[in-house]
């Protein structure tokens, strides 16, 4: 069982910038990989960057070279840089973990633990 909390979000013009972070806590010492999830308005939940169990990072294509997942030492947190932001980043954003695996291109119900989200808008 993993609980997350997520923060950060919020309101910013087009060219912007965001940082979100989310925290972890769980009962046991079993390792679990994080990773970000996002829902635009209308469309379906779609991953956005991933760290798992080894260390290793992926990125959706849409956010290369503007989002930046990192995770804390005691690997209970990981934030998001978001940079340039653009209107098609409006979106809210969950912060997702599993035991198994995180990475780009996993469907949305593929991850077990979801905190319950921060919205992020982006204006013209």
Known sequence: ????????GGSVQSGGSLRLSCAASSSTSRPYCMGWFRQPPGKER???????TGGYISYADSVKGRFTI???????????????????????????????????G???YELEYWGRGTQVTVSS
């Open 46 to 52: 779609e991953g956005v960057a991933f760290i798992d």
């Open 70 to 104: 990192t995770q804390g030492d005691a690997k209970k947190t990981i934030d998001l840089q978001m940079n340039d932001l653009k209107p098609e980043d409006t979106a809210m954003y969950f912060c997702v973990a599993d035991y198994r695996f995180c990475r780009v």
């Open 106 to 108: 996993l469907r949305w």
């Open 1 to 8: 069982q993993v609980q997350l909390v997520e923060s950060g």
